[in-house]
T-cell receptor, first 113, second 113 residues
Framework: GDSVTQMEGPVTLSEEAFLTINCTYTATGYPSLFWYVQYPGEGLQLLLKATKADDKGSNKGFEATYRKETTSFHLEKGSVQVSDSAVYFCALSDHSGSEKLVFGKGTKLTVNP | DVKVTQSSRYLVKRTGEKVFLECVQDMDHENMFWYRQDPGLGLRLIYFSYDVKMKEKGDIPEGYSVSREKKERFSLILESASTNQTSMYLC????????????FGDGTRLSIL
């Protein structure tokens, strides 16, 4: 079945450092890919998405490019802030009609001042 | 704005009790989902529903059931709660025809003593 593998944390960075969180997937067909973020004590919020190969999703300084050849959707940010501290989840949707999501295990990011 | 509301943020119950977790969405979405979130395991799908009175098992349905009597409400039921069901439970909804991402509630942290 479909699966998502993402870099396991925790990841600790200093403010203004460069962030990369790796995500690769296995899927039949052509899934949509997502990054969700969960701030402490909250539910999941969509951070960005890409629906087809070579699409780049971006939001709040974060970017990820849908790479079909490497089955990857790595999350990047050029300069992290303390407020980016959260858990980040990579996910895919199989477009089977139910729009079920398959999630990675999550990566906890802590940004220190 | 989109709103998915879970009835409780925190809940403490005893082993063997029947537990109801409620979720309401105000977006007239067809599809609704229940996930549980555990450290190191990410989010796993318990059940989902694609219409009133329609339901399908997800990846970990054992020990759970669901009810969808009205389009806006999706209930998760723990028939006889056990300590290994202590977890964070997240509800989500989406409109499958618009290909929009799932919208999540803030979660219910359930402790079974």
């Amino acid at each position: 079945g479909d699966s998502v593998t993402q870099m396991e944390g925790p990841v600790t960075l200093s403010e203004e450092a460069f962030l990369t969180i790796n995500c690769t997937y296995t899927a039949t067909g052509y899934p949509s890919l997502f990054w969700y973020v969960q701030y402490p004590g909250e539910g999941l919020q969509l951070l960005l998405k890409a629906t087809k190969a070579d699409d780049k999703g971006s939001n709040k300084g974060f970017e990820a490019t849908y790479r079909k050849e490497t089955t990857s959707f790595h999350l990047e940010k050029g300069s992290v802030q303390v407020s980016d501290s959260a858990v980040y989840f990579c996910a895919l949707s199989d477009h089977s009609g139910s729009e079920k999501l398959v999630f990675g295990k999550g990566t906890k990011l802590t940004v220190n001042p | 704005d989109v709103k998915v509301t879970q009835s409780s943020r925190y809940l403490v119950k005893r082993t063997g009790e029947k537990v109801f977790l409620e979720c309401v969405q105000d977006m007239d979405h067809e599809n609704m989902f229940w996930y549980r979130q555990d450290p190191g395991l990410g989010l796993r799908l318990i059940y989902f529903s694609y219409d009133v009175k329609m339901k399908e098992k997800g990846d970990i349905p054992e020990g759970y059931s669901v009810s969808r009597e009205k389009k806006e409400r999706f209930s998760l039921i723990l028939e006889s709660a056990s300590t290994n069901q202590t977890s964070m439970y997240l509800c989500a909804s989406t409109d499958p025809y618009s290909k929009q991402p799932q919208h999540f509630g803030d979660g219910t942290r359930l402790s079974i003593l």
